[in-house]
């Protein structure tokens, strides 16, 4: 019987026992039930998201940019399709293995293509990667005919900006670059859109780059497109014609090879701009490529800052090209008549001090249409001291100077108008009278773009219209300019500068039958004491060479302002350049030709 | 004192009054039928779930998964028909030939998902290490209800371990971590049940820490894998991380009314792995939200709750001890199969029954409640 008793007993401890077991499941089970509570209940919608991402694939439909033509119609900047790799590391079973075979076909290493993947992964880890640009034909198609085994790969069409002109149209098109921090931070931009930089790209980025649209798909797990979710259409961005005239662009770009500067040529008649140039320059499809960053170091880093664009973001000294401004002004203002002459020995005192003239041995005695001519300094220096600071910013701002010109290429400099006020606020000390006399040659603290030389010399071919320059074919004419210069000083100062071209500084530039009015600038970078040629020194210390030009003179319609830095002399290195965009422009306005004097 | 099972006469003075009362007469109806009732439930629900989960399949898996539950329950009367006590004479011989089953399968079983561990007839397949799993059941509760002492002594308990580790050892090797791990709720439901000292409950724990830390040594790549997955999803989301995810996703988009029938996209779209077999609870956590996973969960409890029930009640150790391993067995594959569907658990194949799609476990588990049943049904029996 007591073993009865212990059996029953033992019975009873291990049903027990089987309680708590039960209790203990018990309690693990509603752990689990709390867990899909913690996963269905409070994280549910998270988790619907992490669905849909899976389920639905954003495709931008990419809009086409607009395409930019000439004033001929000629493309500038237009689109080319491009085959671009992506590869959707989710769908890949093996990524090393896809990686091989990419690399394969490619002919690249695995590595590289990993380290692309890797760098896309950590900025965008839920997009397809973009692991290779530009594939052949051939490439494609190998990656079409995989699309079974290798469902990761997806050839991606991709409209690709080209710019056909590449260097020769660098500066007024700018170029496209994927949209930075900044530019997502507007909302109108996402992650690999591609935004206007610089030149025409950027300036009219809004009508060029029309609206993407987006395709929504509903994806398995292979990355097969089983259904279509939505689709927006985008729209296309606006053509923009340009005032550029390819020709003379070409020409210009041309003649600017090997050399550093600008060139501006525009119709003087309504501001088109015909043709800007800047070197050196650069290839603005290189930014289209996304992944070549190397390229963008060294451009950024070049010394001679190719990606500036001399003609709106170089202000200079205007050197001698400022003495026709001083020409106008000292008529205006009656301090000479165009017969007043002065003496030239070379040199000449004003303020205690001696100021030389380029040339030692002097011009003798000269009026305005010789002085012009020979660009005699002592001349200028005189009506300088004549008209004194205040007037002289007075005309120099008149004629645009000092102020942005207000032209749809985007990073315009203001340049510099000296005067005493300027100097008050700006050296916190007076403006010295001395100061004064090289203002009058166009030196000193005075800065211009080769721009708003265009500009000045557009007002004097036209005889005081001043025109708002632009480079899309939607500028009006110049305004008139109110106050100021009687019609009859014009004459003499036109006079003068055809001259300079005829027989006088600029007839580098000289045309046979086209009447070129002109005038040379060359602007010391280091003071010389003696006189040494520009081809025995180094370059940064070589002076920098202007030429600003109109033709014909009698019915102006193409200015041509050439900037060359430390090109040397005005006469030897900027005349030459514009002679070569006049003959261009002859070449297509023959009717400018005059008969051949007979 | 011995068994009751060996000594009839003996037995009958154990019988309670009450239970006496009631004794031989009507006995069907004192059955536990409930069970088998949430038993049919689970498998309806999870023939229905297979339904869903393989629309997007090349095989309709439907037709196939209703003529294992058919299957099933021709086994549950038939084990449910044989006297536990009489099947416990026959453990030895059952144990040896489920063991060789598994030596067999080695050497002429096809390769499923990566481990040598089934036998193919045409289309069909069965999985030896289930069979073994119900003959190692059956040996280690006659053996252990054999045991006199109030507490296991350290050599019983060795032996115990020892007939479960033969079987365990062979699925190791096929090799199937997951399959091998079932029979160690057995193994350790039925010794503490039994009745171990604390002492020697420390030094197993201690001794199986050990063992687990060796086991590591041994464990395949991918096996590390998984466990470290498990430690870190993030360590490798597109690889072993990538089942874990895919099924929280599914689990949790699920929201509280699901998805509707068929309408999961984790499932319909094919982003869940193994979703008819495995991950089948991911596919009704999807469709049919928290409610449905909450009314599965309860029918899962009720259905442990019966079967811990039963052994409380049985009439002798063999039958508690029987009970007592296959609820055991059922816990572990709920709880760690809904665990690792939510993410509590490292990935594994650990089916859940009833529900995954699968014939050698379903059979198993009809089997496994015949057995319990049957313990239930003979409460009351005199012999």
């Given amino acids: 019987m007591a073993n009865l008793v212990r059996t029953r007993e033992r019975r009873e401890t291990m049903a027990t026992r089987v309680r708590v077991l039960a209790v203990i499941v018990g309690v693990c089970l509603a752990v689990v039930a709390g867990a899909y509570w913690v996963v269905q209940g409070v994280h549910g919608p998270e988790y619907r998201e992490l669905a849909d991402n899976n389920r639905l694939r954003r495709f931008p439909i990419r809009a086409p940019r607009g395409i930019v033509f000439d004033r001929d119609g000629r493309p500038l900047a237009e689109n080319v399709p491009s085959y671009n790799l992506l590869l959707e590391p989710d769908t890949s079973i093996n990524v090393d293995k896809s990686l091989d075979f990419a690399a394969a076909i490619l002919d690249t290493e695995p590595q590289q293509l990993r380290e692309l993947l890797v760098a896309h992964r950590r900025e965008r880890p839920v997009e397809p990667a973009l692991i290779a640009e530009n594939l052949t034909l051939a490439q494609v198609a190998r990656f079409e005919l995989a699309a079974l085994e290798h469902p990761e790969f997806e050839v991606d069409v991709q409209q690709l900006r080209l710019y056909r002109h590449r260097e020769q149209t660098a500066h007024v098109l700018g170029y496209l670059a994927e949209a930075g921090p900044g530019d997502l931070a507007t909302g109108s931009y996402k992650r690999g859109d591609l935004i206007g930089r610089r030149g025409v790209e950027s300036q009219f980025e809004g009508a060029l780059r029309g609206a993407d649209g987006e395709r929504v798909v509903v994806v398995d797990s292979r990355g097969r497109a089983v259904d279509e979710f939505r689709r927006n259409a985008p729209r296309a961005g606006t053509n923009l014609q340009l005032a550029i005239d390819l020709d003379l662009q070409q020409t210009a770009q041309r003649m600017l090879q090997d050399k550093v500067g600008a060139v501006v040529a525009l119709d003087p008649r309504n501001g088109a701009i015909l043709a800007m140039a800047s070197a050196p320059s650069y290839d603005p499809n290189l930014f289209a490529r996304r992944l070549r960053p190397d390229d963008w170091v060294r451009l950024q880093t070049d010394p001679l800052h190719p990606l500036q664009n001399r003609s709106v973001q170089n202000a200079l000294s205007p050197g001698s090209t400022f003495k026709i401004v001083m020409g106008l002004a000292g008529l205006s203002e009656h301090v000479v008549t165009p017969d007043t002459r002065f003496f030239c020995p070379g040199s000449a005192v004003f303020y205690n001090r001696r100021f030389r003239c380029w040339k030692p041995e002097g011009h003798g005695s000269v009026d305005l249409r010789l002085a012009i001519k020979h660009s005699c300094d002592v001349y200028f220096y005189n009506v300088g001291q004549r008209l004194g600071i205040e007037r002289i910013a007075r005309y120099a701002r008149l004629f645009g100077f000092g102020s942005i010109t207000g032209v749809d290429v985007p990073g315009e400099k203001a340049g510099l108008v000296p005067d005493a006020a300027w100097s008050q606020r700006t050296r916190k000390g007076p403006w010295y009278p001395g100061e004064t006399i090289s203002v009058a040659i166009g030196q000193g603290p005075l800065l211009v773009t080769p721009l708003q030389m265009a500009v000045m010399m557009a007002a004097v071919a036209n005889g005081g219209r001043r025109p708002t320059p632009h480079v899309a074919e939607t500028g009006g004419p110049g305004r008139a300019m109110a106050q100021g210069i009687p019609d009859w000083a014009w004459r003499p100062v036109r006079e003068g500068l055809q001259a300079v071209v005829d027989s006088g500084t600029g007839h580098a530039s000289y045309v046979p039958g086209l009447e070129i009015g002109g005038k040379t600038g060359t602007v010391q970078v280091v003071a010389q004491h003696t006189r040494i040629k520009a081809n025995q020194m180094a370059f940064e210390q070589r002076d920098h060479a202007w030429f600003v030009s109109f033709a014909p003179v009698d019915d102006p319609q193409l200015v041509v302002a050439v900037f060359i830095e430390h090109g040397g002399a005005g006469s030897q290195a900027a005349a030459p350049v514009a002679k070569g965009i006049y003959e261009e422009f002859l070449k297509k306005r023959p009717d400018l030709r005059a008969a051949p004097p007979t | ?383």
């Fill in chain 2, 1 to 383: 004192m011995r068994s009751s099972s060996r000594s009839g006469p003996i037995s009958g003075l154990l019988r309670l009054p009450e239970e006496a009362a009631t004794a031989g007469i009507g006995r069907l109806g004192n059955v536990r039928w409930s069970l088998l009732l949430v038993a049919l439930m689970l498998a309806v629900v999870g023939a229905a779930t297979v339904h869903s989960a393989s629309a997007e399949m090349p095989v309709e898996y439907l037709g196939r998964q209703l003529a294992w539950v058919g299957a099933g329950l021709i086994v549950f009367l038939v084990v449910f028909s044989i006297d536990y006590q009489r099947l416990a004479l026959l453990a030895l011989p059952l144990y040896a030939s489920g063991v060789a089953l598994l030596v067999l399968v080695l050497f002429f079983g096809q390769v499923r998902g990566g481990a040598r561990s089934w036998f193919g007839f045409g289309p069909l397949g069965v999985q030896p290490s289930e069979v073994a799993k119900l003959a190692t059941a059956i040996l280690l509760a006659q053996y252990l209800a054999g045991r006199e002492g109030e507490y296991l002594r350290p050599r019983e308990i060795f032996v115990a371990v020892g007939i479960v580790l033969l079987p365990m050892g062979l699925i190791v090797v096929e090799p199937d971590l997951g399959g091998a791990l079932m029979f160690m709720p057995m193994l350790a439901a039925m010794v503490l049940v039994a009745g171990v000292r604390k002492r020697d409950l420390v030094v197993a724990a201690a001794a199986a820490l050990v063992v687990a830390a060796i086991g590591w040594g041994f464990m395949h790549g991918y096996q590390r894998d998984r466990v470290l997955t498990f430690l870190n999803p993030q360590r490798d989301p597109l690889g072993a991380g990538y089942q874990v995810r895919q099924s929280k996703i599914a689990v949790g988009s699920g929201e509280l009314a699901g998805r509707g029938y068929m309408q999961g996209t984790q499932s319909q779209l094919r982003f869940l792995p193994a979703r008819h077999t495995d991950y089948i609870f991911a596919v009704l956590a999807e469709e049919w939200g928290f409610l449905g996973v909450a009314f599965v969960l309860l029918l899962f409890g009720s259905f442990l709750f019966g079967c811990a029930e039963v052994a409380a009640r049985a009439r002798d150790r063999l039958g508690m001890l029987l009970a007592v391993g296959f609820f055991a067995t059922f816990a572990f594959h709920i709880l760690y199969n809904t665990g690792m569907v939510v993410g509590l658990a490292p990935n594994s194949g650990i089916p859940l029954p009833f529900l995954s799609y699968g014939g050698s476990f379903m059979l198993f588990c009809f089997a496994a409640a015949g057995l319990v049943l049957g313990v239930d049904f003979r409460r009351y029996v005199n012999r």
